[in-house]
């Protein structure tokens, strides 16, 4: 089936300092949504690709369908960032807007 | 606008007995999807609707779950004559177009 291969699983992160996450998908994927899981269990949307680069503020999301992955920044970690990311993929073969999730980043930011 | 509505948040239920989870989704959207997210599977797609006709329940469980959507305000899934390992959380989403726009969730505790 498909299948989105998220990494890491956890991260720690000091304030002020920065990394990547990565999905990996091993079918061809239409379009890539990221989301950040706060502490109530919300859902909130960050950035919805279909192609290229995006960026808000201290995150940068990008996606490239050809090479099969999309890659999350996040640069000078805030204590409020804490959380799991997740992203969700529609693959290119489904007739509809199904979404795909990774098994999720727990991020840790500490002072 | 007050996003996608989901009640109740939080529901117990005990072993064998009916539960029916309500959506509320964005205003306007013409999609509505149903997804479950437990910490073994993570989150899975469950059923989807377009301009409220059903088009795929390819993630529902066969026996005993069944989604409706009745108007184009509110959907439901109802799951009869629960079971332990329905316990999750159940999480409703809506979208216009293709990027898809969370609820807070239903926590579902069978005893």
């Known amino acids: 089936g498909d299948q989105v291969e998220q990494s890491p699983s956890a991260l720690s992160l000091h304030e002020g300092t920065g990394s990547a996450l990565r999905c990996n998908f091993t079918t061809t994927m239409r379009a890539v949504q990221w989301f950040q899981q706060n502490s109530r269990g919300s859902l909130i949307n960050l950035f919805y690709l279909a192609s290229g680069t995006k960026e808000n503020g201290r995150l940068k999301s990008t996606f490239n369908s050809k090479e099969s992955y999309s890659t999350l920044h996040i640069r000078d970690a805030q204590l409020e960032d804490s959380g799991t990311y997740f992203c969700a993929a529609e693959a290119a073969s489904s007739s509809f807007s199904k979404l795909v999730f990774g098994q999720g980043t727990s991020l840790s930011v500490v002072p | 606008n007050a996003g996608v509505i989901q009640t109740p948040r939080h529901k117990v239920t005990g072993k064998g007995q009916e539960a029916t989870l309500w959506c509320e989704p964005i205003s306007g959207h013409s999609a509505v999807f149903w997804y479950r997210q437990t910490i073994v599977q993570g989150l899975e797609f469950l059923t989807y609707f377009r301009n409220q006709a059903p088009i795929d329940d390819s993630g529902m469980p066969k026996e005993r779950f069944s989604a409706q959507m009745p108007n184009q305000s509110h959907s439901t899934l109802k799951i009869q004559s629960t079971q332990p390992q329905d316990s999750a959380v159940y999480l409703c989403?809506?979208?216009?177009?293709?990027?898809?726009?969370f609820g807070p969730g239903t926590r579902l505790t069978v005893l």
């Open positions: 989403a809506s979208s216009l177009g293709y990027e898809q726009y």
